[in-house]
């Protein structure tokens, strides 16, 4: 079985402070995605990696940064935290798109910014 | 207006109806995807379809590409069903990397 896990599943950060999520995949799987989830907005993409080191922003990176030293961990970042950022954050894996690039998901962190 | 929209966005059953949850979108797509996701969070991927038509078990899965529409049924639905589905494609165009764009889900409860 694919198995996506990330660091936390609940998070209670201060206004601020440097954070850091982790997500580990174990499927040698090429691309990453970080997405928030907000109720009335759904899933969005923060950003995603297509390979060690390369990363490419999605539809709301602003506020965070990513790190992938190495293909089975992709780090999300959050500099500064803010109140804003209180969301379910998760992680997800997949192959490429040509070779039938399902996804799997990590079970969420519940992060809280006071 | 978001390029997936799903309908009903909330739908209550009695447990043995038969369910039909709806997804248009009006982007060109390489294939879509039907998501599960449980009280608690985790997310499981139930289909990945780019033509036609797929069955696993109770749950069916279609599209028609040239409508830009897909559905999910859910036959001789159960409590256990109760979750959210979501619906979600990959842009055709270009490297996606499998990029997913979303939409909002639609909220199944099944009564016993």
């Known amino acids: 079985d694919v198995k996506v896990t990330q660091s936390s599943r609940y998070l209670v950060k201060r206004t601020g402070e440097k954070v850091f999520l982790e997500c580990v995949q174990d499927m040698d799987h090429e691309n990453m995605f970080w997405y928030r989830q907000d109720p009335g907005l759904g899933l969005r993409l923060i950003y995603f990696?297509?390979?060690?080191?390369?990363?490419e922003k999605g539809d709301i990176p602003e506020g965070y940064s990513v790190s992938r030293e190495k293909k089975e961990r992709f780090s999300l970042i959050l500099e500064s935290a803010s109140t804003n950022q209180t969301s379910m954050y998760l992680c997800?894996?997949?192959?490429?798109?040509?070779?039938?690039?399902?996804?799997?998901f990590g079970p969420g962190t519940r992060l809280t910014v006071t | 207006k978001n390029e997936v929209e799903q309908s009903p966005q909330n739908l209550t059953a009695q447990e043995g109806e038969f369910i039909t949850i709806n997804c248009s979108y009006s982007v060109g797509i390489s294939a879509l995807h039907w998501l599960q996701q449980h009280p608690g969070g985790g997310i499981v991927s139930l289909f990945m379809?780019?033509?036609g038509k797929k069955k696993h078990g109770r749950l069916i899965a279609t599209i028609n590409i040239q409508e830009k529409h897909s559905s999910l049924h859910i036959t001789a639905s159960h409590p256990r069903d109760s979750a959210v589905y979501i619906c979600a494609v990959i842009n055709a165009g270009g490297t996606s990397y499998g990029k997913l764009t979303f939409g909002q889900g639609t909220i199944l409860t099944v009564h016993p």
């Open positions: 997800a894996s997949s192959l490429s798109p040509e070779l039938e690039g399902e996804q799997y």
């Open positions: 990696s297509y390979d060690v080191k390369m990363k």
């Open positions: 379809l780019s033509s």
